[in-house]
């Protein structure tokens, strides 16, 4: 009956097929008793295709989303009002671009390094070690009295403690998904982020009053620290996933090689500009929400944003995490690039007068977030196998790094010098710059895709 043959496997079934037998008995498939093992196939279908029967959603991969979300509540509440501390002991807006940048380059030359620590040593060893670094950074913030060495320092430990977070839990989860449900289960995992990011800047206000303590901002510290027992828990709990290689050179050259073979192209810029955009409610919101005095009438701005961003960013990438997939995920991609931008133009109305409409750029930073990370995310993983799945991720959180780190510092001083209106325009103009060179290189792909269907489509016809 078939034109190959299938075979059971630990983690499903694998259809071998012949080239050229995959148009010729699609029907049969269908008509087949095995049919509900089976996915629909993409047009690019070739010798081999595996189709799990097993779910994503299982055990391992709860406790991975759930550790998420307690680890994003506290990464954010320390995140959102760092800058606050940086002002606590003098520093403007360029002081906190500066150190949030220069903090950054400890993220972005250990991103190599953690990616092959997780193949060859495991998603959960690493991510364990990445809790340790985070905590040692929080907690050394509380020898921090001045804008000194120390304070970049503390700065960088956080930094290098949530790459290692986020690469091995990213990793993790693409072992744990079927192929064809990878952006699904990034896109979920990033909702626990988002969830994490709803409640997690008030946190922060719900501990710092308007004085701003130097105690308060101790409690922050600590108190973010206890709140980690939670999701170190869960990780501990947590089981490798089958297809995790356990080996593989920790050389920092082998990475540049892996990089180098399995390149993913343009969609690295558009990662580096998600970088860049992630600056603004990240790192400049709050000095701009207390620079401009843009106070809420019974209500704290800074947490309405986040509130906003986060919540509805989430519901989107819940109600749509198929949608990548079935879709299109460069379509997908360039709409939320699109709309980031709108979201970056849209922050130039909000000023003291109108504090409320600060809900506006969180609807649409919100949107483009949820829709570009998952997404572009997916896309660059695509060219990496399983045995060099943490080099891939950690090759795409080098580009986020890259354009975080120039984004704080440069747009740092630009709000510094000219003002953050300029700031808000050179992140449209970047995010669209990006996303029209991305589209122009993906035409090609499109057109090859339409001729495969085209091709299919006639030789269906004549089965």
């Known amino acids: 009956m078939w034109d190959g043959r299938a075979e059971e496997s630990g983690r499903g079934l694998r ?15 269908q008509q087949s008793p095995l049919r509900r093992f089976f996915r629909p196939a993409s047009p690019s279908t070739s010798i081999s295709t595996i189709v799990s029967a097993e779910r994503l959603y299982d055990r391992n991969f709860n406790f991975a989303f759930l550790s998420q979300v307690g680890f994003a509540l506290v990464n954010t509440a ?54 340790a670094f985070f905590s040692v950074g929080s ?5 921090v009295h001045d804008l000194g060495w120390s304070i970049y320092v503390c700065r960088a430990l956080l930094v290098v403690g949530a790459a290692v977070i986020f690469s091995s839990s990213l990793t993790y989860v693409t072992h744990l998904a079927p192929s064809d449900r990878r952006a699904e289960a990034i896109g979920t995992l990033g909702a626990a982020a988002f969830l994490g990011i709803v409640f997690g800047p008030l946190l922060g206000d719900l501990v710092l009053s308007a004085e701003r303590t130097r105690a308060e901002f101790e409690s922050l510290f600590v108190g973010g620290v206890a ?36 390149w993913p192209g343009t969609v690295v810029l558009l990662q580096i500009t998600f970088g860049v955009c992630t600056t603004v409610p990240f790192v400049f919101l709050t000095k701009f929400v207390d620079d401009s005095a843009i106070i809420g009438d019974g209500f704290s701005t800074v947490s309405l944003f986040f509130m906003v961003y986060a919540g509805w960013g989430m519901t989107l990438r819940v109600i749509f995490r198929r949608t990548p997939d079935r879709w299109g995920r460069r379509k997908v991609l360039l709409l939320g690039a699109t709309v980031m931008a709108s979201g970056m133009l849209s922050f130039l109305l909000v000023d003291a007068e109108h504090a409320g409409w600060i809900v506006m750029p969180a609807l649409l930073c919100g949107t483009g977030h949820s829709l570009m990370y998952h997404t572009c995310t997916s896309l660059f993983l695509d060219t990496f196998p399983p045995d060099v799945r943490g080099a891939g991720s950690g090759l795409s959180m080098v580009a986020l790094d890259l354009g975080a780190v120039g984004g704080a510092q440069v747009l740092g001083e630009v709000a510094f010098r000219l003002g953050y209106d300029l700031l808000f325009v050179i992140v449209a103009g970047i995010t669209v710059l990006a996303a029209v060179v991305y589209a122009m290189s993906s035409v090609p792909v499109w057109r090859e895709r339409r001729r495969d269907a085209s091709k299919n489509e006639l030789r269906d016809q004549g089965a």
């Open 15 to 29: 259809l071998i097929i012949r080239p050229g037998g995959l148009a010729n008995h699609a029907v049969r498939l």
């Open 78 to 131: 320390l995140l959102a009002h760092y800058p606050r501390w940086i002002a606590h002991h003098g520093g403007a807006v360029d002081a906190a671009g500066w150190i949030t940048g220069t903090a950054s380059i400890a993220g972005l030359l250990l991103r190599p390094v953690i990616g092959q620590w997780v193949d060859r040593f495991g998603a959960r060893t690493i991510w364990l070690s990445g809790y």
């Open 139 to 143: 907690l050394s913030n509380l020898l």
């Open 227 to 262: 709140l980690l027992v939670i999701p170190v828990g869960l990780v501990t709990m947590l089981r490798p996933a089958e297809s995790e290689p356990g080996r593989g050179s920790v050389r920092i050259v082998e990475f540049f090689r892996t990089s180098r073979r399995h």
